[in-house]
């Protein structure tokens, strides 16, 4: 063959392979599922939790640790013992064992997990409760579009500070600055923000600095919640004692009602965070630990919105930074381990009763189904209703889409 047809074949099959692409992505895009979720709840459990003492566990082996596994409601799922209340709802939840990266550090790795990318100086990749925001959130809503309860959370990157989260650092207090400040009233508030408001129109006039427009929303929805009817939502002293008991008396038991209460109040994207799982020391006491706040907390959230006829509605995700070691240190410690870990999701579309992805019997490493974040990301969004490959540019100009073109996990959409 001459070295021009060479080419030329090389092109034609490369021109094939393009179009054969683009084709499939057609038609993976006409038959994805219609939008089920209208918001999402999302379980951070910070530190990233062992998943062999979560929701892989190893039972036998040396890697398996201290803990033993319990059976399901779904055959084939075992739990770790101390997560009994979650095994009695499995029916609801796809556990996803194959999830892996290659990000070890923990500052990385929970931008990974918010946003869907590795981070990148040059780019500030928003959150994916701001993508969240920003694509289904009512600009007129009188209650913030993104909640985060013992926070912060990801920000919104290169979308504005008006899809930052509204953050909440105490379940118990969760509503800082609603009221009129000692010696303000209504005619006094008023004439401030006037005032506040020329400021704001010289200043932009002078500079042009598009962040006037950002800052000038987040006044605008201070201002509404200050007088939202639906700002109870945030009180959970309106709860009868023993649904709030079902929560588990913890910080983050109150956080998952709040955040069940801040869904029916029509807040589109809500993150609960679990902290303490970089269990370097310790790993089995403390791990128990969090599982006695974990247990009841989420399988009480998946029950009260399924009972609520919510949970159809609502994408729940459980995850955290990465996996931890299959070794178990002379601390009785567990290290960082982005090669193999687990995802649980529930509810807005997600079929249950489904494991996607195994790891080995050490857990070290994913031998079975594979998924990445881009994965876990895309199918999120898609539930949402949001086009995950849907672009925006950034202002230099850069042309970013909402997640790093991954696949939707057909296993578990519904």
Avoid at 91 to 112: F, I, P, W, Y
Avoid at 159 to 168: H, T, W
Avoid at 182 to 198: E, I, S, T, Y
Avoid at 304 to 318: F, H, I, N, Q
Wanted: glycine share 10%; hydrophobic share 40%.
């Amino acid at each position: 063959m001459k070295r021009r047809d060479m080419l030329l074949g090389m092109g034609g099959l490369a021109g094939l392979a393009a179009v054969d692409a683009l084709l499939g992505r057609g038609r993976a895009r006409a038959a994805a599922p219609p939008p089920r979720a209208k918001a999402c709840i999302l379980v951070w459990l910070n530190g990233g939790p062992s998943h062999i003492d979560t929701f892989d566990p190893k039972p036998g082996t040396i890697a398996g640790g201290k803990f033993k596994a319990i059976p399901s409601r779904v055959d084939g799922l075992s739990l770790s013992e101390h997560l009994p209340e979650l095994a009695d709802v499995a029916q609801h939840l796809a556990v996803l064992r194959g999830m892996t990266s290659k990000e070890g550090n923990h500052d990385r790795a929970q931008h990974l997990l918010h946003t869907g990318y590795a981070p990148n100086p040059t780019v500030a990749y928003p959150s994916l409760g701001s993508w969240v925001g920003h694509e289904l959130g009512d600009p007129s809503a009188d209650l913030p579009h993104f909640v985060s309860i013992h926070g912060p959370s990801a920000n919104a990157g290169f979308l504005g500070v008006q899809f930052n989260p509204y953050i909440v650092q105490n379940v118990k207090q969760p509503l800082a600055n609603t009221d009129y400040a000692p010696g303000v009233n209504m005619v006094r508030f008023l004439k401030r923000k006037q005032a506040l408001d020329a400021l704001e129109d010289d200043f932009a006039r002078r500079t042009g600095d598009p962040k006037v427009k950002g800052r000038r929303a987040v006044y605008a929805r201070a201002i509404r919640m200050m007088y939202a009817p639906r700002l109870k939502a945030f009180d959970l002293t309106d709860e009868p004692e023993a649904s709030a008991r079902a929560y588990g008396d913890s910080d983050f038991g109150r956080g998952c009602l709040m955040a069940r209460r801040l869904v029916e109040g029509g807040v589109r994207f809500v993150e609960v965070v679990l902290d303490g799982w970089d269990t370097h020391k310790d790993n089995f006491g403390r791990t128990r630990a969090l599982m006695g706040a974990l247990d009841p907390a989420l399988s009480t959230l998946v029950k009260d919105l399924d009972a609520r006829d919510l949970l159809s509605s609502t994408l729940v995700m459980c995850l955290g930074d990465f996996g931890r070691t299959p070794k178990i240190s002379a601390d009785e410690g567990r290290d960082h381990h982005p090669a193999a870990w687990s995802a649980v999701l529930a509810g807005g579309g997600v079929r249950g009763g489904v494991v996607v992805g195994a790891t080995s019997d050490d857990g070290d490493k994913v031998v079975s189904r594979p998924t990445t974040v881009p994965e876990l990301m895309a199918t999120a969004t898609t539930l949402l209703g949001i086009d995950p490959d849907k672009e925006y540019p950034t202002p230099l100009g850069r042309p970013i889409s909402i997640t790093d073109h991954g696949r939707v996990i057909a296993e578990i959409v519904a």
